[in-house]
């Protein structure tokens, strides 16, 4: 039986109940269902809820709002997967997280239609997903700050006010999120902000291979708070959430710039503390529960216990052998509310990195459980420019969805099964194989390396003169990798293709997936064949080199055309924040050097 997450008891029983009539996926509405809210019935959970089939009608018992929705989330996937006619059976379910959420980065190169994001929030429901973010930096439509997101795009108060009255009758609570200490470069490198910014030039990295940006607020400068006051005050009357996440995450500019001496005088750790203590007491003057990236204290662990009692920590951490059990014992030891946040490895990979990504959704899914967190937060960024498309993410988001409500439990094959039957909407199934192969094609390569692949990097890369972040190690692979190894990437990755084409989705999102999943794949491919071009130019075979300089020429070109002709179907404004290296790549073949 196909079902995500997987019900903690099913028991199969002899016979079907014949629905009187069709009802489509967004129902049964039939006089034969029958809901009770009772507790004795149901499981000792808030959202338990007891499902039962029998050859005379379909009963629902349930203790909260929230079981009910879960068990009509049941019913409408076993609709789908038999018809009208459905087994009968005994489900009684509940889930390990009370919180469980999706966060989608809308702020490194793609922000996402209103359509686009009501289609998801109502494919996410249904695999009883509960809480979705969208992590904000400068791409809400800030009334006084139109030329800072117009190149961009951005999601308007009117856009948010539709899709959080969508989301509260999914039972899904959109969260605000928005960054309000670091990650804030392209709001610092406004004219009228500037001065507002820790620093005001780029810095060297430590590890000397790339300039950080100014990213991070003076926690210490008078106009810091009244320029958070002003975005809280636009942003949040367009939430009915009761919580907020003000970010908070890597700064990593503090205590290099205008708070050097106070940092000097009181420790960083102090400093980052006591701002974020300042943007506890403002979200506490608008309603709002706090919520926080919790790297920085992590690396405070004394000052946790200080930690307002009613904020929320959001312990991220994205590789396969994140200690997430490490960090979450701390927060549980000093009693301060925390979510597990693991995230889908698509972001720098271009079509995925699964093998890692579902390696780390089930550590944290343990840790999250072992040391009692409230919620579970699968995070999907979008470093680099956010080349991939949601069609790479929904196999992570569904996986994601399986462990928060049963943490014991994902079956990879019944995941397959329901991505083709509720998301990609295709009986062949061949979409979801090959969008969940591509997510593995990246191991033909042979190395690994953390927040990226080769695949995603390597036609992604920077000029190297910007000395950008993201992506920049992308130049170096071709000197790493066999040709045999590339050329096997490259072969699967075709395979895969070739495996999309014979895909039948039935609907018109179906169909954009495919599309949107097929011209990444194609990206994939070019990153294989820039290796290569790269292996023949240091070789010396100036022949080949040209011949191949010139079909990557037309590859990009014909790539640069479909995707803008793709863009506006998901997102808004324009691609150019996201795909610039298709020019970047195409000038390298053009000038036959790529240093």
Known sequence: MNLIPTPRSLERRPGSFLLPKPVGVQA????????????????????????????????????DTGGLRAAKATLRQLVREY?????????????????????????RGRVPKLETLLDLAEKLADLKINELQLYTEHTFAYRKYKRIWQSWGALTAKEIKTLDARCRRLGIDLVPNQNSFGHLRYFLEDPRLKNLGELSEPFLAETKDFLRRPTTLAPNHPGTLPFLRGLYDELLPNFSSEFFNIGGDETWDL?????????????????????????????????????????????????????????IAMNWGYEANHPFAKEAAQFAKAKIPFYICPGTSTWQTLIGKHDNALANLRAAAKAGKKFGAIGFLNTDWGDG????????????????????????????????????????????????????????????????????TPLGTVIAAPKPAEREL??????????????????AALREIQKQRATLLRAEPASASGKLLLRELDLTARMAEQSCQFMLWQQAVTAGKTS??????????RALQKLEQDFNAYWPSRNKATPKRCTPFLKWRREDYQRGDWR
């Open 255 to 311: 205590g290099k710039g205008q708070s050097k001496k106070l940092s000097a005088a009181k420790g960083q750790g102090r400093v980052y503390l006591d701002f974020l203590k300042q943007l506890h007491r403002e979200v506490s003057a608008r309603d709002r529960k706090m919520m926080f990236w919790g790297d920085i204290i992590l690396k405070h662990p004394a000052l946790i216990r200080e930690l307002p009692a009613n904020v």
């Open 385 to 452: 420019g956010h080349q991939q498309p949601l069609a790479v993410s929904w196999p992570l988001f569904a996986a994601g969805a399986a462990l928060a409500w049963n943490t014991k439990t994902l079956d990879e094959k019944v995941l397959a099964k329901v991505l083709s039957r509720d998301v990609f909407e295709d009986a062949t199934g061949k979409l979801a194989e090959a969008g969940f192969a591509l997510g593995f094609a990246h191991q033909q390569l042979g190395v690994k390396t953390v927040n990226e």
């Open 28 to 63: 049964p509405a039939c006089p034969n269902l029958t809901l009770k809210h009772e507790l004795q019935k149901t499981p000792n959970h808030p959202e338990s809820y007891t499902l039962t089939i029998a050859k005379n009608g379909i009963e629902i018992h349930f203790r």
């Open 470 to 487: 993201f992506c920049r190690n992308g130049l170096k692979w071709f000197a790493k990798i066999p040709a045999k190894k590339i050329v």
């Open 83 to 107: 018809g009208c006619k459905l087994p009968c059976l005994k489900i009684r379910d509940w889930p390990d997280f009370a919180r469980r959420g999706v966060m989608l980065d809308i702020s």
């Open 544 to 553: 080949a080199a040209e011949k191949m300089a010139k079909r990557g020429i």
